[in-house]
């Protein structure tokens, strides 16, 4: 089964700190890597997504680095705020099938 | 405004029952997909259409069956062959190289 690989499972900043979720792949079949946000009780939400021909990618707070030779990459969230407090998760998007396949999520919780 | 909705938000099933789960959207996605979300395992795949009347098993297929007879629905089943139903489901559509947008799924517990 594909695997994407995501860590840590948890994570606690302060307010204005800039946590680092990282996720690791070995299927080279995969071709568009988001990021997605998730509250309770919600759907994830798209933060951010990366194709494998750019090393990095910045939407507001939110940046991408990605290392294709590593088959890795990373979600930097700058100047964090409580509000951002929330499950993230990667994925990786198969170029056969179609269909994304999902790290195991980090629970990101910023302190006041 | 545009969306996919999930029905019902939360669902009890009784022991050997089937039920059904509805994903409706009207973004005009041809794609669509079921996941299932278990605590500390992300979200994993169980189904997924890429047209009309045409779908393929993900990676947790037993257990599950799914129709897409319309291009704005895709009801997923869970049925009494699937031992371990409890779980927050999730139903999500999109278009070419767009990005999957998600419902705010189906929370099923078993009474």
């Known amino acids: 089964q594909q695997q994407v690989k995501q860590s840590p499972q948890s994570l606690i900043v302060q307010k204005g700190g800039i946590p680092i979720i990282n996720c690791a792949y070995e299927?080279?079949?995969?071709?568009?890597f988001p990021w997605y946000q998730q509250f309770p009780g919600k759907g994830p939400a798209l933060l951010i997504a990366i194709r494998p021909d750019v090393s990095e990618k910045k939407e507001g707070r939110f940046t991408i680095s990605f290392n294709k030779s590593a088959k890795q990459f990373s979600l930097h969230i700058m100047d964090s705020q409580p509000g951002d407090s929330a499950t993230y998760f990667c994925a990786a998007l198969d170029t056969g099938r179609r269909a994304l396949t999902f790290g195991s999520g980090t629970r990101l919780q910023v302190q006041p | 405004d545009g969306g996919i909705t999930q029905s019902p938000k939360y669902l009890f099933r009784k022991e050997g029952q089937n039920v059904t789960l509805s994903c409706e959207q009207n973004l005009n996605h041809d794609a669509m997909y079921w996941y299932r979300q278990d605590p500390g395992q992300g979200l994993r795949l169980i189904y997924y259409?890429?047209?009309?009347?045409?779908?393929q098993k993900g990676d947790i297929a037993e257990g599950y069956s799914v129709s897409r007879e319309k291009k704005e629905s895709f009801p997923l089943t869970v049925t009494s062959a699937q031992k371990n139903p409890t779980a927050f489901y999730l139903c999500?559509?999109?278009?070419?190289?767009?990005?999957?947008?998600f419902g705010d799924g189906t929370r099923l517990s078993i009474l």
């Open positions: 259409s890429q047209i009309v009347n045409d779908f």
């Open positions: 299927n080279t079949a995969f071709d568009y």
């Open positions: 999500a559509s999109k278009a070419g190289g767009q990005p999957q947008h």
